[in-house]
């Protein structure tokens, strides 16, 4: 059975940081790509950052590219999301999603909430 | 950014009736579309990918078509387990994008 298991979620002031990750078990992690994907009452669903396989592809929508960071690490199933310079329109649920293919997402964690406030 | 625009925001039906979802792509999106299911306090679920293809363990009630800019998910006889909100999201180009919802509530 397929699990992704968040972790690292909280309140944080603005301009803080955090660092979510993501253990996964039940599938061949380095066979897959992941995926960080946050939801609001506002924005709804964004799929916010992506990581290849082999980790080499990354990618980022523009919000948060330069202050996000996704990583991974094949030898322990973990995916990482290291968020620098939060913003308070960066409060979210934060889940973590396995990649089907590239681009869909056939199973997801729990979700971690992150709440930017001072 | 392909925007995907999803109607109508709720859709009121009984149990046992046909639902029809429509999700609208900005621009094409070719078949790279997929369908979510989410219900209050759980994450989505993977329901349709690629337009017409349901995912693992999904019943043959749910079915989706369309392909472009148009796309349709259809629950051909709601079951109760059926009510919930079902998202749209395009694979097609970066970023990947869903669309805004699509409420099925009891009527």
């Known amino acids: 059975e397929v699990q992704l298991l968040e972790s690292g979620g909280g309140l944080v002031q603005p301009g803080g940081s955090l660092r979510l990750s993501c253990a996964a078990s039940?599938?061949?992690?380095?066979?897959?790509?992941m995926s960080w994907v946050r939801q609001t009452p506002g924005k709804g669903l964004e799929c916010i950052s992506t990581i290849s396989a082999s980790g080499g592809n990354t990618y980022y929508i523009d919000s948060v590219k330069a202050r996000f960071t996704i990583s991974r690490d094949n030898s322990k199933n973990t995916v990482h999301l290291q968020m620098n310079s939060l913003r308070a329109e960066d409060t979210a649920v934060y889940y973590c999603a396995k990649d089907r293919f590239i681009g869909d997402y056939d199973h997801w964690g729990q979700g971690t909430l992150v709440t930017v406030s001072s | 950014e392909i925007v995907l625009t999803q109607s109508p925001a709720t859709l009121s039906l009984s149990p046992r009736e046909r639902a029809t979802l429509s999700c609208r792509a900005s621009q094409s999106v070719f078949s790279f579309l997929a369908w979510y299911q989410q219900k209050p306090g759980q994450s989505p679920r993977l329901l349709i990918f690629?337009?017409?293809n349901r995912a693992t363990g999904i019943p043959a009630r749910f079915s989706g078509s369309g392909s472009g800019t148009d796309f349709t998910l259809t629950i051909s006889s709601l079951e109760p387990e059926d009510f919930a909100v079902y998202y749209c999201?395009?694979?097609?180009?970066?970023?990947?994008?869903f669309g805004g919802g699509t409420k099925v509530e009891i009527k």
């Open positions: 690629d337009a017409s």
């Open positions: 039940g599938f061949t992690f380095s066979s897959y790509g």
């Open positions: 999201q395009q694979r097609s180009n970066w970023p990947f994008t």
